[in-house]
């Protein structure tokens, strides 16, 4: 059974930092692109970051650069984003995204239930 289980979410002050996790099971995680989206509400969903299997690459968007960091762990099958000088207007629901890239998985998308942030002003 494949889940991504997100975890890390909450309340921080404008200027403050979270880091988000994502465990993943029942895939082949290495083999996956991983990705974290956002929905704030009333919005749609946004792509924020994307990490690459096999060390093929990071793409980050716009609003993300220079204060978000993705990373990942093969070994332990998790998805991380460390948030720094968070903003009111990063306030949403994060969710985790693994993307099959390759053979039999390639254009399967699996997704987290999300872990909400909430940004004070």
């Known amino acids: 059974q494949v889940q991504l289980v997100e975890s890390g979410g909450g309340l921080v002050q404008n200027g403050g930092a979270l880091r988000l996790s994502c465990h993943a099971s029942?895939?082949?995680?290495?083999?996956?692109?991983m990705q974290w989206y956002r929905q704030a509400p009333g919005q749609e969903r946004e792509f924020i970051a994307r990490?690459?299997?096999?060390?093929?690459?990071?793409d980050y968007a716009d609003s993300a650069k220079g204060r978000f960091t993705i990373s990942r762990d093969d070994v332990g099958q998790s998805l991380f984003l460390q948030m720094n000088n968070l903003r009111y207007d990063d306030t949403a629901i994060y969710y985790c995204?693994?993307?099959?890239?390759?053979?039999?998985?390639?254009?399967?998308?699996?997704w987290g239930q999300g872990t909400q942030v909430t940004v004070s002003s």
């Open positions: 990490i690459r299997a096999f060390g093929a690459g990071i």
């Open positions: 995204n693994a993307r099959g890239i390759f053979g039999a998985d390639a254009g399967t998308d699996y």
């Open positions: 029942g895939f082949d995680f290495s083999r996956y692109t």
